[in-house]
């Protein structure tokens, strides 16, 4: 079920109308309960996906209940490897497939919105051994994991966040015009993904397909090249963005009609200097994840083994967490090179930061990043390095390749 579909909208038009004349919160939480499974039910195909996500929320709810009891590290360590080690499986990336038996690829497991249920399972686990979640029921969990809001493709919304909404389920939008903005929000969102989003889809492949036909060496030739050039390179990501920016339209403002708060996931992110400021205008839900879950971990454990090292050594870690959430964006080649795309745009604006502070001072930089001038020249660069780095995302690796380069050849 399409989340812009017209039966989706019409349940939550109906469920929104009713929702709070429905006595006490947990008549409540019973309702969304069921509109949780049964749009979770549409999404099962077969008994092997469903008995394989039963085990993958089971362990982790049993596993969050035993930290609280019994923290210990060496114990979520091991857990977080055979989680992540059964996604790699069960997403059958390339290079794991090989080693797998044929057994295990013929049972056809395949559950949708697993990526960001990973990522909700090990913030649960990690903020609960921290101390930071203390109670949850099975319930709650269950909810948080399966909600139908974010089950598909975020936002990633932490447990607390969560938990503290789902036990109120109090009206948050304070009054009519709020709720009017919501409802606009939601058709906008509608319009975004399945209109606009749509035609800059069909753009996209039209340019892909021009790029398979023979070059021309005429003047003319080589213009529709580079006309088929920019639409590979910019359609795509306007694409992008306007089907989940619109995507998150719906889903927030339809969590907001029945009592819900998620996170918003994007601020104007073709607007961004450099690609630090990109990561928290782009996917920001997922840019926050990477930042509190994997880069500031590796980096606190390098500052206390190595502290002298430490400030050389964070790029080793912008490596990692972008490779590792490259990784997790896809199972080809394709996605390895686009998180490490974005581990160079990072590190590269870190060394650039560093090199005025060195040659100008804290004062110096401060100038710098008021210049309006320098800011439209760096804005314009981010943009074309994460239009670049886009090319990366749709197609394999080698289709890549062989459309960069027969717009190359076309045009020299």
Known sequence: MSLAGLPFLVALLLLATIFFHLPGVRLRQSVLTLCNL????????????????GVFLLSGYLLGVILRRWPSRALLLIYVVLLVATFLALKKYDFITPYLPSSFLALGVSIIGLSYMLFRQIQYLVDTIEGQIESSSAWDYFNFQIGVFTLLSGPI???????AHWNQL?????????????YLRLLIGIIKMTVVATLFFSLYQQSASALNVPADASLHGRWSYLISLCGILYCYPVYL????????????????????????????????????????????????????????????????????????MAFICYFVAFFLAGVWHGPTTNFIIYGLLQAIGVSTAKLWERHLINKRGRKGLKEYLASSRIRAVAIFATLQFECLSLLFFPTDLSTTLRMLGTAWRALT
Not at 40 to 51: G, H, M, V
Not at 170 to 182: E, F, G, K, S
Request: net charge positive; with cysteine; charged share 15%.
């Open 157 to 163: 919304q932490r447990f607390q966040d969560f938990q």
């Open 241 to 312: 963005y306007l089907n989940f920016s619109g995507y998150c339209d719906i889903v927030i403002a339809g969590a907001s009609l029945v009592g819900l708060v998620l996170p918003e996931n994007f601020d104007r992110p073709y607007i961004s200097r450099n690609v630090i400021d990109y990561w928290t205008r782009w996917h920001r839900t997922l840019g926050f994840w990477i930042r509190d879950y994997i880069f500031m971990p590796l980096y606190r454990g390098i500052a206390q083994r190595w502290p002298k090292q430490a400030e050389q």
């Open 38 to 53: 049964g749009f979770l039910s549409l999404l099962i195909p077969n008994w092997a996906t469903a008995a394989g996500l």
């Open 170 to 182: 109090q009206p948050v939008l304070q009054h009519n015009h709020a709720v009017r903005m919501a």
